[in-house]
């Protein structure tokens, strides 16, 4: 077992106190911190005794990863203080060819106009340490209807009208993100009001975040964007799977979440950051759904998150008196109470890698009445 220093980003939407409050640290923080990456991702990979981890696999793969040639994943700590951007990722062919035209084009990998920082596609899982709050996924059309006919704000309408499958959502869409500045101003500022009023039932949450939204980013289409999405409220435990080419933004709270190790995103709005419709507008996709929510029940402890993909495969843990075997290449994550690895001591907020050629038992420390850990690992057949 080495325990592993992740990096600390510390963007603008990230939070001055869940973080330091998960790791018992002094808060509110001077930055606000946004995510502890554990990995190898080049851009930003974690140290162990004082070594990239790329470099210590570099040193002796077979012991370390085993039959693989990289850490195929990135695990990170993600605190939302603030919405993070309207954005999607690409699929791994889509990353590829992205990837490859900007290197063509001379966009440096550091360059805050990059939409693809790597080669690699970023399906990723999001599970709420505490109350989580997220925009995920088209929601169904039936509702979206009700939605702007309960605001009843004309020009809405309008724009709604042609929405009668999936395949006009993109049409709706693309109007609003790509509308003149006045015409989007008009319209915030319309339904903004309608909002205000007041919303029963599943809209209520709605109508609070666009008027939050429209607050914090005026004239931004990424507002009326927002309101085609499903509004989730997460609780401990519960997840989010986002694949490919999947519409979403986190708006507060505290997860653990797992992705392919990868930097990909492409931004339509609700950010600062470089924005580029016409690139995100080719990798979404417009499927609904009416449910997003992943809520795995425990077995034993043990609670599987299972998605639908080769990279990573995560589960949570409530350590008993038995402790919990974990078989290598792995990252376990410490959430909360104090674990024992090798009878070394993690409180809240650290990791240890587990190396492939040296399986471990992870412990319940000896003053903890509960400790919860995540372990991400490879799947296997």
């Not at 519960?238 to 797992?258: D, K, N, P, R, W």
Request: hydrophobic share 40%; aromatic share 6%.
């Amino acid at each position: 077992m080495d325990l592993v220093d992740p990096v600390i980003q510390e963007y603008a939407w990230g939070s001055r106190t869940l973080i330091a409050q998960l790791r018992g640290e002094d808060y509110p923080t001077e930055a606000p911190q946004a995510e502890l990456w554990f990995g190898a991702h080049p851009s930003a990979p974690s140290t162990v005794r004082g070594a990239p981890l790329d470099e210590v696999f570099a040193s002796d793969r077979t012991a370390q990863l085993g039959d693989i040639y990289e850490l195929p994943f990135l695990l990170k700590v993600l605190a939302a203080g603030s919405p993070l951007s309207l954005q999607a990722h690409p699929t791994k062919d889509q990353a590829v060819r992205g990837f490859a035209e900007e290197n063509a084009a001379g966009v440096p990998l550091d360059s805050p106009v990059r939409n693809y920082r790597d080669d690699n596609h970023k399906p990723e899982l999001i599970v709420a340490l505490t109350e989580f709050h997220a925009l995920a996924g088209f929601r169904p059309i039936a509702q979206t209807r009700e939605l702007f006919e309960a605001l009843g704000v004309s020009s809405l309408l309008e724009d709604v009208s042609p929405l009668g499958s999936e395949t006009d959502l993109k049409k709706v869409l693309t109007t609003w993100l790509t509308m003149d500045s006045e015409d989007i101003d008009s319209r915030i500022q319309s339904v903004t009001q309608a909002c205000s009023a007041g919303l029963s039932g599943w809209m209520g949450p709605v109508a609070e975040t666009t008027i939050d939204l429209a607050e914090r980013y005026p004239g931004d289409p990424g507002v009326l964007a927002s309101m085609l999405l499903n509004r989730i409220r997460l609780e401990p435990g519960q997840g989010i799977f986002i694949g490919a080419g999947h519409l979403h933004a986190y708006l507060s709270g505290l997860g653990v979440e797992i992705m392919a190790s990868s930097d990909n995103v492409l931004r339509g709005g609700l950010t600062s950051k470089h924005v580029d419709v016409p690139n995100l507008l080719t990798v979404l996709q417009f499927a609904t759904t009416a449910d997003p929510v992943l809520s795995p029940q425990a077995i034993d402890g043990v609670t599987a998150y299972d998605v639908p993909v080769d990279e990573f495969a995560l589960r949570s843990v409530e350590l008993g008196d038995a402790g919990h075997e974990v078989q290598g290449p792995a990252m376990v994550l410490v959430t909360e109470g104090t674990s024992l690895i090798d009878g070394q001591s993690l409180p809240p907020g650290t990791a240890a890698w587990i190396p492939a050629n040296r399986p471990t038992v992870v412990r319940r420390g000896p003053d903890s009445l509960a400790t919860t850990v995540f372990v991400a690992t490879i799947p296997r057949s």
